[in-house]
């Protein structure tokens, strides 16, 4: 039997099992960390054969692993990958290595290596001390600026500053403060805050041949209190004036970082003096629905990253061929709690009421708290909208955003 082991198969990872499934493949879960509990609410045991966990112990878990004799072992999402990374390489399968992981998760040292590679990085600088990051903002004479953390996902704890008083509120909101996947920030991040157009570039390699699968148009709303939290996400069609430019860029950035097995999500800004990288995970992009994708455009990250894993040739046959058109235009609308109370029953009639509407993942269930969104995790949920007309497409992002505002949504 072929096993693949899918280290937390949370977020959009955990749409692998039931296509390895469909293909023949056991699949076993495989829990990084137990004490990383933010997604843990996607994962369904039904799903698979066996699940593992790691309790802090790389060795023993390998020897676990070992045992099963995976043909493939894969991240679900970001905290999965330094554990598969060291799990296939040691078992000699298909695997980034790892000698880059490091650069794959932590954020400073992701902008050190593609500026090792030569390749346009974003100013920065990382310190426990808010006073040193107070110091080197003004030597480099940068005003606006942004404070995170080095390790996290989903804008959790990232902040917009533009003076000493917003810089020092950023550092005490991350400084021994846990992210999201539970990682004690000792440092913080600070980066010169760049100005341009936002992108999410999906992408699945093998052997080193990178495939754009979409391409995603960020808009992001800022708030009062400084937090950049996401208004919506646009598929974009491949005949953008930019494509060439932007295909370059992140090819150049993914074989940089050492991935060149599987899917990565890139988030990069189109400046007027050309691209620049915010961030790049080796893994899915998050929050996604597959079949969503795959009625926009034919295909989707996820079945052509399984399809790279076990039908390698396949995989490289087809991304010989040129994009095609899409076939519908695709939005995700990030909803917004603009405040404190409790997350009523989703109103389906509502929303089946807007002629685009295709789906809806929520990440707060009905009679829970709703907290004041700051970021991608505290958002409530995420809409997807369909639709073969983009001014349909449009007017229903409109009228949604006005139900929000009315609390006719949840």
């Not at 208004?231 to 953008?240: A, G």
């Not at 894993?309 to 991304?319: G, T």
């Not at 909208?385 to 955003?401: G, P």
Request: aromatic share 10%; hydrophobic share 35%.
């Amino acid at each position: 039997m072929n096993r693949v082991i899918i280290v937390d198969g949370f977020s959009t990872g955990k749409h692998y099992a039931a296509v390895f499934r469909q293909l023949g493949y056991q699949c076993i879960h495989l829990h990084s960390n137990p004490s990383i509990d933010v997604l843990q609410h996607d994962l369904n045991p039904a799903d698979y054969e066996m699940l593992l966990v790691n309790h802090n112990n790389e060795e023993e878990i390998l020897k676990e692993v070992k045992k099963l004799s995976p043909a493939i072992v894969i991240p679900g999402c970001e905290s999965g990958v330094e554990l598969a990374d060291y799990l296939s390489e040691k078992l000699a399968l298909v695997s980034n290595g790892t000698a880059l992981s490091l650069s794959r998760r932590n954020k400073f040292y992701m902008q050190e290596q593609i500026k090792k590679a030569g390749l346009r990085s974003i100013k920065q600088f990382k310190t426990s001390s808010w006073e040193q990051a107070r110091d080197w903002l003004h030597e480099q004479k940068i005003s606006k600026f942004i404070v995170k953390p080095l390790r996290s996902a989903g804008t959790n704890l990232f902040h917009l500053g533009y003076d000493d008083k917003t810089l020092q509120q950023a550092f005490k909101n991350i400084i021994n403060q846990v992210d999201i996947f539970n990682y004690l920030n000792q440092e913080a991040l600070v980066q010169e805050c760049i100005e341009g157009q936002e992108y999410a570039i999906n992408t699945v390699s093998y052997e080193g041949k990178h495939y754009i699968t979409d391409i995603c148009k960020y808009k992001r709303i800022l708030t009062a209190e400084g937090n950049n939290i996401y208004d919506k996400l646009v598929i974009e069609p491949f005949n953008i004036p930019q494509y060439e430019t932007i295909k370059s860029y992140v090819f150049s950035v993914l074989s940089a970082l050492g991935i060149n097995y599987g899917p990565a999500h890139s988030e990069i800004f189109l400046t007027t003096t050309g691209p620049v990288l915010v961030e790049t995970g080796a893994r899915l992009m998050g929050a996604s629905i597959p079949e969503f994708f795959e009625k926009c455009m034919g295909h989707s990250q996820l079945s052509l990253a399984v399809k790279a894993y076990i039908k390698p040739k396949e995989f490289l046959d087809y991304i010989k061929a040129s994009h095609v058109p899409l076939n519908a235009h695709g939005m995700y609308v990030f909803l917004i709690a603009s405040e404190e109370r409790l997350m009523k029953k989703i109103n389906y009639p509502v929303l089946s009421s807007l002629r685009s509407y295709y789906d809806n993942h929520l990440y707060t269930q009905a009679n829970q708290k709703l907290i004041k969104t700051k970021d991608l995790i505290s958002s409530p949920g995420v809409v997807y909208l369909c639709h073969e007309n983009n001014q349909i497409l449009q007017s229903d992002y409109q009228k949604l955003r006005e139900y929000e505002k009315d609390n006719l949504i949840y």
